[in-house]
């Protein structure tokens, strides 16, 4: 406590640095035209030492309505237990991004390896810019006992933790020393987590003894608050240069990315495309900015794209990027855009985006920047001819997934095809419903033959492409959108990396459809393996054979007993009818099910022209590397710095 006495004039209340935390996440706001919501639905958990008598009774006092001073709380933060600290954060991503943004989830973990194991969780929100509160706890800031257990000694730095790991992985990062930092690490926080361009990981760490320490905090910190989520308008020059550079296009191209979904932007741009006619390939964020049977809409684009956006984009001469953050896989690596007069115009509320591609940026939110658009390209549009070639491309890619959605290759090989599976996904799926994915090959399969009907029916989380996302990313949609259906698509790896939060959804009541394929391995690092020349080595699930390589038999592993011993109800399908029968039934459920399907390691999917650079060895004893080399020198040659 401070020398000086403080201002007589300032009302406070006795807190600990914890209490003063969960009363103020309980009076936080987002409003955003004119609808205002409560910021943090809840807060996921796993207590250790580091937090259970700090945050955790932080959290019992909530709970029990205990707070002795009469302040009523402007809303009721709800806790849940989680079951692994990465989870939890992967929970919290799914939430904000089905919420568009507008709200979010805060974690708590212990000290040592419960904060480190959000680290990933960290990363994966901050690459796709999603909002998430992080509270790992910290080493004493006393020092009076340390090293505490799970305390790392750096001998060069006392004040050094295991939690600077968050520093490059978080858009704000804070650690508390003093009580009396607290309200401005929580308005930092809330900054940065409200604005648009700045959005991802919040970290703020509290060190396990500041967290039940108490200290008079200022009644004002815990006034109710509403953060106004920013919609930039966009400055006319650049509006004026943009619709200059478009009018002169004769085969202009959107590429929609997240922004568009975030901002709410898919009616904007559906007027947009419509009155200019211009065509529309989507990232993975931006799956589901148009529908998919629009004849503007020319699907996914890039890596995994459509024949129709990879055939438009080739020879594209102005690209309008939207909310897109042109990762490789958007642009095939810098391959997508071969017009040798291609000029990019940006429109991202990030100025890191806006610029991109020597792009002139339009640096606003995606649906003010659309409206100005249209306005200022009135009497524009591309030719008929134009239009009508998109929604030839269009029909010809839905014909092609419609062959691999019905190859019947299942029934004559007697293992279904991956493919076969999207599509009893996509026949028993309601426009509403979300289908979710992360890692594996499914991604790709999902983002090139998926058919988006709803701005949140497409959740793949591409930005980190984490392995593990998909089961608690999918719980925490669910907890987002108890009015839709959840398909959690996930393979065997990716199913055994993180499992375990479907206790979590049993104990939260929250239901998904667990979709889970088993290919006794990676399909898609095997397949990336043997087109790389390093033929499929490592990426099977197998037992080590009698010659010492894992090239033995399958193992025995039983995957949808493990789902079934979680408490989730598992029903096994074998061919098409009876998988469609079992998503029918999950569908009809109110209870949490998985369908367990066994599929082929070698399944096909469309090819529509992408490329994606892996680099292959210079140099090598194997022909079959020496081979992929050749292949992979002939494809970089199509590869543009776009400078
Ligand atoms: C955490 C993590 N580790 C490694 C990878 C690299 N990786 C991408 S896909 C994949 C295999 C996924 O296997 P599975 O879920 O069975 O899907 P499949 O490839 O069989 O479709 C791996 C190892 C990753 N994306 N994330
Ligand atoms: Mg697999």
Redesign the pocket.
């Known amino acids: 406590m401070s020398a000086v006495p403080p201002n007589p004039a300032v009302q406070t209340v006795r807190l600990t640095v914890s209490q003063a935390v969960v009363r103020f996440l309980q009076a936080q706001f987002s409003e955003r035209d004119g609808v205002r919501q409560q910021f943090f639905g809840g807060v996921f958990g796993i207590f250790g030492h580091g937090n259970v008598a700090g945050v955790g009774q932080a959290l019992l006092e909530a709970e029990e309505g205990a707070l002795g001073d009469g302040w009523e709380p402007p809303a009721q933060v709800r806790y849940m237990t989680g079951r692994n600290e990465q989870a939890m954060v992967h929970a919290a991503v799914g939430y904000a991004r089905q919420k568009d943004r507008l709200q979010t989830l805060a974690v708590t973990a212990s000290v040592g390896p419960g904060s480190s194991n959000m680290l ?1 969780g960290a990363a994966l929100a901050t690459i796709n810019r999603i909002p998430v509160l992080l509270l790992p706890a910290d080493v004493f800031a006393t020092r009076v006992a340390s090293p505490v257990l799970q305390e790392l000694e750096q001998p060069y730095g006392y004040d050094v933790s295991v939690n600077d790991a968050f520093r490059p992985l978080s858009k704000f990062f804070d650690r508390v020393w003093r009580p009396e930092q607290l309200p401005s690490a929580l308005l930092g926080a809330m900054r940065v987590l409200t604005d648009p361009a700045e959005t991802g990981a919040a970290t703020i760490c509290l060190p396990e003894d500041l967290q039940a320490e108490a200290w008079d905090f200022p009644v004002e910190l815990f006034r109710e608050r509403t953060w106004r989520i920013a919609r930039p308008v966009p400055e006319k020059v650049a509006i004026a240069e943009a619709a200059e550079l478009i009018r002169s296009a004769k085969a202009p191209l959107v590429v929609a990315g997240g922004g568009v979904v975030y901002s709410q932007a898919t009616e904007a741009l559906r007027t947009f495309v419509e009155a200019t006619g211009i065509p529309v390939g989507q990232s993975q964020a931006g799956k589901g900015a148009i529908r998919y049977d629009h004849p503007l809409s020319l699907g996914a684009i890039g890596s995994t794209g459509t024949t129709a956006a990879n055939e438009i984009a080739a020879e594209a001469d102005v690209v309008i990027g939207i909310g897109t953050r042109y990762s490789d896989f958007t642009t095939g690596s810098r391959t997508a855009f071969q017009n040798p007069d291609v000029r990019f115009v940006n429109v991202n509320v990030a100025s890191l985006d806006a610029v991109k591609h020597a792009g002139l940026p339009v640096q606003a939110d995606a649906r003010e920047a659309l409206e100005a658009l249209t306005a200022a390209l009135e009497g524009f549009s591309t030719p008929d001819a134009y239009r009508e070639r998109a929604a030839r491309l269009n029909r010809a890619w839905d014909a092609v997934v419609d062959r691999f959605f019905h190859s019947g290759i299942g029934e004559e090989k007697g293992l279904l095809a ?1 493919a076969e599976v999207i599509g009893a996904v996509d026949e028993v799926a309601d426009d509403r419903d979300v289908v979710v994915c992360a ?4 991604p790709g399969d999902l983002h090139c033959m998926w058919r988006s009907r709803d701005p949140k029916q497409y959740h793949v989380e591409y930005g980190y ?4 996302y998909e089961i608690p990313g999918g719980i925490g949609v669910a907890l987002a959108a108890p009015d839709r259906d959840v398909f959690i698509t ?6 055994l ?1 993180m499992p375990t939060e479907l206790v979590t959804a049993v104990q939260e009541d929250a239901k998904v459809i667990v979709v889970l ?1 088993q ?1 006794h ?6 397949a990336l393996s043997e087109q790389h020349g390093s033929q499929r080595f490592g990426t099977k699930y197998r037992k080590r054979s009698e010659s010492g390589r894992l090239e033995g038999g399958k193992l025995p592993v039983d995957l949808a007993a493990n789902v079934e011993s979680l408490g989730i109800r598992t029903l096994r399908a074998g061919t098409r009818e009876e998988l469609v029968a079992a998503l029918q039934d999950a569908k009809a459920s109110a209870e949490s099910t998985c369908v367990y399907v066994e599929t082929d ?1 070698y399944s096909e999917a469309p090819d529509g022209g992408g490329w994606w650079d892996v680099p292959v060895s210079e140099v090598s004893h194997l022909e079959s590397t020496r081979t992929a080399r050749t292949w992979y020198e002939g494809e970089k040659r199509t590869q543009r710095p776009l400078l």
């Open positions: 990933t991956q890692a594996g090959s499914l492409s984490c392995m593990g996930v393979g065997d790896g990716s199913y990396m394929l290919n391995g990676f399909a898609s690092i095997g390691l």
